[in-house]
């Protein structure tokens, strides 16, 4: 089983969106056995998958990666561990148990290599202990952003923090762990502001950025998004030309990138 975690210390920047597209993506069109770990209390990707009802819902809640000892968790298709929100949001009041918390969350996933081909694990947006149990014990991690003042320092900041950057983690703690890439999600082409982010971005972090293609994967700001979101389905099953715009353009390759570079299975 391959781990990726969505994070970035951001709110709203697309996290949850493209968490619950790349593990439909994965299920339907990759026929992978995906396991999805909702650790964010608001629970938006919980909402989404349960709505969607592509999903299967286990019994467990999400809070046990990190509190106890999983069950066996199987599927062959896609199942998801919904977040709990007392019991996450209280971990973070726990310090004396953060060790075990991390330690939890490598065991409880080393347990589940075989069960499972892809665990996506979206997370928070703050740098607490759920962030880092998953950034020790991960093997991939993939952050969107948005094009705003502070996107260049926000990324930077990711990277290099003294503690919880990604640089420090895996120098540190988690050696396996790779940086697939910044998406730049949201984007405004018609914003010249926009364009101007977008452009100082990739002169600045185009290393960081994920490449699709011939060049940088950048998801535009689109209503199909929150259409796909409001109903949590695969956006290529809205019928629209916006949504097939978006999904064959943008969010496909995009998706097809971060899956070569997880070395998945191909397309089925
Ligand atoms: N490309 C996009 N175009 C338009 N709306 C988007 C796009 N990506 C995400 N959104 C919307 O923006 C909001 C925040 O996205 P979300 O995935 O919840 O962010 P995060 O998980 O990082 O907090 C949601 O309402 C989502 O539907
Ligand atoms: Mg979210």
């Not at 007392?86 to 939890?104: M, S, T």
């Not at 910044?182 to 960081?208: C, H, R, W, Y």
């Amino acid at each position: 089983m391959k781990t990726l975690a969505l994070t970035v210390r951001k709110g709203g920047v697309g996290k949850t969106t493209l968490a619950l597209q790349y593990a439909y993506y994965l299920h339907q069109k990759r026929g992978l056995r995906v396991l999805v770990i909702d650790l964010d209390d608001q629970g938006n990707l919980s909402d989404g998958l349960k709505k969607g009802r592509l999903a299967v819902l286990s019994d467990t809640p999400a809070s046990a990666l990190m509190t106890g000892t999983l069950p066996a968790l199987e599927s062959d298709g896609l199942l998801y561990l919904s977040a709990d929100d007392d019991v996450l949001r209280n971990v973070e009041c726990k310090p004396e148990h953060h060790n075990d918390y991390a330690g939890n969350v490598r065991t409880n996933l080393a347990a589940l290599s075989e069960q499972f081909d892809v665990c996506i694990i979206d997370t928070n947006p703050s740098a607490d202990i759920r962030v880092l149990s998953v950034m020790v014990s991960a093997d991939y991690v993939v952050t969107p952003l948005t094009l705003s003042a502070e996107s260049i320092s926000g990324l930077q900041l990711f990277m290099t923090h003294p503690s919880i950057g990604f640089n420090r983690i895996k120098q540190a703690l988690n050696p396996k762990l790779e940086f697939i890439g910044a998406i730049p999600n949201m984007v405004d082409k018609t914003s010249a502001f926009q364009k101007a982010s977008l452009t100082s971005l990739i002169e600045q972090l185009g290393k960081v950025l994920l490449q699709a293609g011939s060049g940088f994967a950048v998801i535009p700001k689109s209503t199909a998004v929150l259409e796909a979101q409001a109903d949590g389905v695969p956006l290529w099953t809205i019928k629209k030309t916006s949504a097939k715009d978006l999904w064959t353009k943008h969010l496909h390759p995009a998706f097809e990138a971060v899956a070569a570079a997880m070395a998945l299975p191909d397309e089925t």
